[in-house]
Structure formats: structure tokens, C-alpha cells
């Protein structure tokens, strides 16, 4: 008794119709491929020459060849191109949605793409710190050259103010 109940849905319920298998992947790429070709120019100039052919068709040929009345305001072309319009509006929607999650995704890449960067730009700004903190502290060779330039005038200072007439062998002692 409890199947019974109106909220409840029932699983059987299509015993007498098939359920198609239809990839949602694949129905997607058809509904964009023709969302991609409605927003066309062709698509404008294919509807236009076929709405003329049918307005000329139906209103300068003979009677009995006609297949849609002008003067019930041509039923038939307002029913072609109600379901014509009545198709394209979902497949268009569905289009726009497949477009919005690959937009999401992509958005998404790009922002965990971004935080990377950041995060590269930061340790590299770190370890460039680190750098010059280091060369700091190491003799650059400017700096080596001014104190070896600076030990041999200290160098030819004392040679200059050591007695003239002391000989080496006297400084040796």
C-alpha cells in the first residue's frame, strides 16, 4: 500500500515506453553545434531565401499547387516556424550552459594557476633576499683588491720609514 501513495514515485511507470540512451556528452556537442550554426549569418540568409520561397511559392503559383492558404496568413509557414523556434530556444539554453561550466572550469585553472604564480614569486622574492643578505656578508672583489692595495702601501710605508742603513740580516735578529 505504501507504492500506492501520489508522492511517491513510481519505477514502473514506463513499462510501455522504451528509455533512450542518449550520451549527455554527445546530445551536448549536436545542441552546440547547432546553437553554433543558428547564430550564423548563413543561417539568417538560409531561414530568409527559405520564408521568401515559401511566401512566393504559395502566393504566385497556381491554386491547386499551393500547399499553404494566404489568406488565413500562411498557417502552415507560422506552424514551421513555431517548432522551429520551439527547438532552438532549449538547444541554445543548454549550449549557453555547457559553455558556463567549461567557463567555471577554466576560471577556476586559472585561479589555482594564479595562486601558483603568486606562491613562485614570493619564494623567489624570498630566496632573493636571502641572496644579498649572504653577498653581504661575502668579500666582493672590489673589496678584496682595496685591502691588498691597502696592505702593500701599509707594506711600502714601513719600507720607507725603516732605517736606511739597517741591513736585513740586523732585522732578522
Given at each position: 500500500m505504501a507504492d500506492?501513495?501520489?508522492?511517491?514515485?513510481?519505477?514502473?511507470?514506463?513499462?510501455?515506453?522504451?528509455r533512450a540512451r542518449v550520451?549527455?556528452?554527445?546530445?551536448?556537442?549536436?545542441?552546440?553545434?547547432i546553437a553554433r550554426f543558428i547564430g550564423t549569418p548563413r543561417f539568417l540568409v538560409y531561414l530568409t531565401v527559405f520564408c521568401a520561397g515559401w511566401l512566393l511559392w504559395n502566393t504566385l503559383m497556381?491554386?491547386?499547387?499551393?500547399?499553404?492558404?494566404?489568406?488565413?496568413g500562411f498557417t502552415v509557414l507560422t506552424l514551421v516556424l513555431s517548432l522551429q523556434a520551439s527547438y532552438s530556444a532549449p538547444l541554445i539554453l543548454l549550449a549557453q550552459e555547457r559553455q558556463a561550466d567549461r567557463d567555471r572550469v577554466a576560471?577556476?585553472?586559472?585561479?589555482?594557476?594564479?595562486?601558483?604564480?603568486l606562491a613562485d614569486t614570493e619564494y623567489l622574492a624570498r630566496e632573493m633576499a636571502a641572496l644579498r643578505l649572504a653577498l653581504n656578508?661575502?668579500?666582493?672583489?672590489d673589496f678584496v683588491r682595496g685591502e691588498l692595495r691597502n696592505l702593500v702601501?701599509?707594506?711600502?710605508?714601513?719600507?720607507?720609514?725603516?732605517?736606511?742603513?739597517?741591513?736585513?740580516?740586523?732585522?732578522?735578529?
Open positions: 500506492d501513495r501520489l508522492d511517491t514515485p513510481l519505477s514502473a511507470r514506463r513499462r510501455f515506453l522504451p550520451s549527455p556528452d554527445a546530445f551536448g556537442e549536436g545542441s552546440e553545434a497556381p491554386e491547386r499547387i499551393r500547399f499553404d492558404d494566404p489568406g488565413l576560471a577556476e585553472q586559472d585561479r589555482v594557476r594564479g595562486e601558483r604564480n656578508d661575502v668579500a666582493t672583489r702601501e701599509e707594506l711600502e710605508e714601513r719600507d720607507r720609514d725603516r732605517d736606511p742603513g739597517e741591513d736585513d740580516g740586523a732585522r732578522h735578529r
